[in-house]
């Protein structure tokens, strides 16, 4: 069993605590069911948000998950780099997995696709 890194992003429809947890535990999930990862084999969750997004932290909405009160969750800012995709919204889950690291499956949702076009799930 190894660490590995498991990585997505997807966009905020609004900024409001709402929409920004509902994106959260959607790309967190989706990561988990594309991985095969239960909330026990990760080691951390780092999420991230662009400074348009201040109405909630995203992982205060991931602590509500099954399982993931026990999971050490950590929030930061983006960059504000001009041009770059608006309320977007990162995740970096670091996990005890048996995948090799070409096998890991990242999931890039709604606008976030255009980050990551050659493994955009959708």
């Avoid at 660490?3 to 959260?24: K, P, S, Y």
């Avoid at 969750?45 to 050490?72: K, N």
């Amino acid at each position: 069993m190894a660490m590995r890194g498991m990585r997505g992003a997807t966009t905020v429809a609004a900024d409001t605590e709402a929409a920004i947890w509902q994106a959260a535990q959607e790309m967190v999930t989706a990561l988990l069911q594309e991985n095969a990862v239960a909330s026990e084999d990760i080691g951390a969750c780092i999420c991230s948000m662009t400074e348009d997004l201040t109405a909630a932290f995203p992982t205060a909405g991931l602590r509500q998950l099954p399982g993931f009160d026990a999971v050490p969750l950590f929030d930061a800012r983006q960059c504000a780099v001009t041009g770059s995709l608006p309320r977007c919204l990162r995740v970096l889950l670091l996990v005890d997995t048996d995948k090799k690291q070409r096998d890991i499956r990242h999931v890039y949702l709604h606008d976030a696709v255009r980050l990551r076009p050659d493994i955009a799930q959708n």
